[in-house]
């Protein structure tokens, strides 16, 4: 499977964040997100394993209890049903992969 970066709709989130759903099958799905200095990804939690790769730009993460400052390069790792959520410092882009695939996600 190819999936090419232009033919992918880019969906807005609203409040300086949005989100391209990249590749995905039954088992896993890579989501580009991008955000707006300033721009928030809630707490939340969910039944999924997640990495989060930091494309670009720096970011305050929650995970638990822990908050950390990440930037490019940095990888974080979520289990499911732990709390977890972002401030951006700097504009930036994040690349999620989720197992398994985030129905939600396509509806």
Do not use: W
Not at 38 to 67: C, D, M, R, W
Request: with cysteine.
């Amino acid at each position: 499977m190819f999936i090419f970066h232009k033919e992918m709709s880019l969906e807005d989130l609203g409040n300086g964040v949005t989100r391209r759903i990249l590749a995905h099958d039954g088992k896993m799905m890579a989501v580009e997100v991008n955000f707006e200095e300033g721009a928030v990804g809630p707490l939340h939690n969910h039944p999924h394993e997640q990495l989060t790769y930091v494309l670009s730009g720096e970011f305050e993460f929650t995970i638990g209890e822990e908050k950390q400052i990440v930037t490019k390069g940095d990888t974080l790792y979520k289990k499911p049903g732990v709390m977890h959520g972002c401030v951006c410092l700097k504009p930036g882009t994040l690349l999620d992969t989720f197992t398994p695939v985030r129905e939600d996600f396509l509806k």
